[in-house]
């Protein structure tokens, strides 16, 4: 398992969460994205859109799988933070 909190340069709201989602769903790890006390699995584009997530809000990203470090630097570039 590896996690990473990272500050993001873009939001993620309805056109950059389905594309986020898409990123997310490429990989077999169990992705779970996490804003404030809110949580959701960055696979489900309605998951990912509740959590709210907008400019400068640290968002933790948590990855559990056999490509668990792939999954998360690409998920890091798609946020502007690698």
């Not at 779970?32 to 584009?45: H, L, M």
């Not at 859109?49 to 056999?66: F, K, Y």
């Amino acid at each position: 398992m590896v996690k990473q909190i990272v500050s993001i340069a873009s939001g993620l709201e309805a056109r950059p969460a389905a594309l986020f989602v898409q990123t997310a769903g490429k990989f077999a790890s169990n992705i779970r994205i996490r804003v404030n006390e809110k949580e959701a699995n960055a696979k489900s584009i309605m998951g990912v859109i509740s959590l709210g997530a907008l400019v400068g809000h640290e968002l933790e990203i948590i990855v559990d799988g056999n490509d668990e470090e792939q999954a998360l630097l690409e998920l890091q570039q798609f946020l502007g933070c690698a």
